[in-house]
């Protein structure tokens, strides 16, 4: 396991910790779908980062949401 992959597992494993105490709209919930989905290594990243971006510019929508765009819009960009 790659230094990147224990990196990956660390955040993880911290956003599954407080995702039972944080609202709908936290980004973190959107990150838990991401890595949940079947994208590769680069489209994840991508995911990732669009995520917080969009995330970031929306504040109050729900998680899910933003994971859902930045999954589509990947899958589009990335096949």
């Given at each position: 396991?790659?230094?990147?992959d224990l990196l990956?597992?660390?955040?993880?494993?911290?956003?599954?910790m407080m995702a039972g105490v944080m609202p709908?709209?936290?980004?973190?919930?959107a990150r838990l779908?991401?890595?949940?989905?079947?994208?590769?290594?680069?489209?994840?990243?991508?995911?990732?980062?669009?995520a917080e971006r969009v995330g970031s510019k929306n504040e109050g929508v729900p998680a899910n949401k933003v994971a859902e765009s930045a999954i589509k819009k990947t899958?589009?960009?990335m096949a």
């Open positions: 396991m790659g230094q990147t990956r597992e660390a955040k993880r494993e911290m956003d599954e709908e709209s936290w980004l973190g919930h779908a991401i890595y949940d989905s079947d994208l590769s290594g680069k489209q994840e990243e991508f995911a990732l980062k669009l899958r589009e960009k």
